[in-house]
């Protein structure tokens, strides 16, 4: 039995269901209907396989037990058709053999057991299939940034060396980016993190202050007590506010603001609306952008692009302006002694609380003036460390994946000698060593 619940175009991204109870494909379909999604269902793999002809599949649901062919043989011959397709394995049965098989012959994207949770399922779904556009969109990029190289070798010979300069660090971009897509990492963390590396290779953008300034960010939007989608998107924007200017001559930007023509001022305000147009893509940024857009307006309206003032200002980007401006005025600051250029910074944001900036914002900032101050920053309290050198109590920063994406551990985790001892183990099989992110126990 095979059944459409929708009458799909073929180009149009569907999600694939197999599973020989027709009560769970039921299930399956009332879900994904009632959230808008287009399903087709199959119950047996092997015709499931043939609807790969004529369909593009964003996700594959698939059983674990079914007769003729199990849910891990099928998702490795799924996976040779179709790469790119993400693959959640759904399964009524805890032991670990099963899960390892899916694991390493269809390299699942997830797992989630039977009875499951909708909300927990769905959410897998949704996730799934944004990293599937996401590897879409990235591959158009790379398709358009390959022929703007081609572009930029037809320049004039005057430009030549800028040309290869430019040429050479979207190269390396590109390369980031394809290994990235094979390790299927195209996550929030992970996407800051590749982006922010071409800020830091830059020779006239400072990545320390891009760090300070993401740093500031989160400080002020804990402070805020803002949720904590605001919490994690807000250091993202401080990384990432001079994306922008890579599109842009180094002249406009390797030196302070208040030293370019007028001309080349307004060209410089320009850079945020690149940063939006280069982030366009990666959809999963796209709040990142929208503070990124609007980091220049100001709290009395008297700001750039759109005029905006007051709460129309999106609040991640009035949390970076701030951050922004007080890290550019501790940079520009004459005095040697870094807790006066502190206190300088400071005063100088206060100066214009309730014009340029919310004064909610600027009492944030003032409130967590002493770590910064003391230099207190997420980044200063992590450490890099092997499975071997890990310790009692060391909690977990960053979420812990396996080299197929499967997350081994989740952020937060505080180790124990029983998951110390199995990430050993786990280590000893792979040809490399982990880069596990922790910090002590507070």
């Excluded at 197999?18 to 379909?29: A, H, N």
């Excluded at 556009?133 to 800028?162: D, G, I, Y």
């Excluded at 609007?294 to 750039?304: T, V």
Aim: include cysteine; glycine fraction near 4%; proline fraction near 4%.
């Amino acid at each position: 039995m095979t059944q459409t619940t929708s009458s799909t175009p073929i180009n149009q991204v569907d999600v694939l269901c197999i599973d020989d109870d027709e009560i769970v494909l039921r299930s399956l379909t009332r879900l994904l209907k009632v959230n808008e999604l287009s399903v087709i269902v199959c119950d047996n793999p092997q015709s499931a396989l043939t609807l790969f002809k004529n369909h593009e599949f964003g996700l594959i649901i698939s059983d674990m037990r079914m007769p003729g062919m199990n849910g891990a043989e099928f998702l490795e011959k799924a996976r040779a058709i179709a790469p790119d397709t993400q693959r959640i394995l759904l399964t009524g049965y805890a032991d670990i053999e099963t899960t390892l098989a899916a694991v390493n012959q269809g390299q699942i994207n997830g797992y989630i057991q039977k009875p499951w949770q909708n909300d927990l399922l769905l959410r897998s779904i949704k996730d799934s299939l944004e990293k599937f556009a996401l590897k879409k969109q990235n591959k158009k990029l790379e398709q358009q940034v390959k022929a703007q190289n081609q572009e930029l070798l037809e320049l004039n010979n005057t430009l030549e060396q800028s040309v290869e300069k430019r040429t050479l660090q979207i190269k390396k971009v590109l390369k980031q980016l394809e290994s990235a897509n094979e390790r299927e990492k195209h996550e929030h963390k992970a996407t800051v993190e590749l982006l922010y590396n071409f800020i830091n290779a830059n020779p006239y953008l400072d990545g320390n202050k891009a760090q300070n300034i993401a740093n500031t960010c989160t400080q002020i939007a804990l402070y805020l007590n803002l949720s904590q989608k605001s919490i994690d998107l807000a250091p993202m924007a401080g990384y990432l506010a001079q994306i922008g200017l890579l599109a842009m001559d180094p002249e406009l930007y390797k030196k302070p603001v208040n030293s370019l023509t007028e001309q080349q001022r307004k060209t410089f305000y320009t850079h945020p609306s690149t940063a939006q147009l280069m982030l366009m893509p990666a959809i999963h940024l796209h709040d990142v952008s929208d503070a990124i857009y609007h980091q220049f307006e100001r709290y009395n309206g008297n700001g750039l692009p759109k005029g905006l003032a007051g709460n129309d200002i999106p609040i991640g980007a009035m949390v970076l302006g701030v951050a922004r401006d007080y890290w550019d005025a501790f940079e520009q600051c004459n005095i040697t002694d870094d807790k006066q250029r502190h206190e300088h910074a400071l005063e100088s944001v206060k100066l214009y609380s309730g014009s340029f900036y919310h004064p909610k914002i600027v009492r944030a900032l003032e409130a967590s003036h002493a770590k910064l101050n003391e230099k207190l920053s997420s980044a200063g309290t992590i450490q890099i460390c092997k499975a071997s050198e890990l310790k009692e109590n060391m909690v977990l920063s960053h979420a812990l994946h396996n080299h197929t994406g499967i997350m081994l551990l989740p952020k937060g985790h505080v180790f124990s000698p029983k998951s110390i001892e199995k990430l050993q183990q786990l280590e000893a099989k792979k040809p490399a060593p982990f880069r596990i992110m922790v910090k002590s126990a507070k």
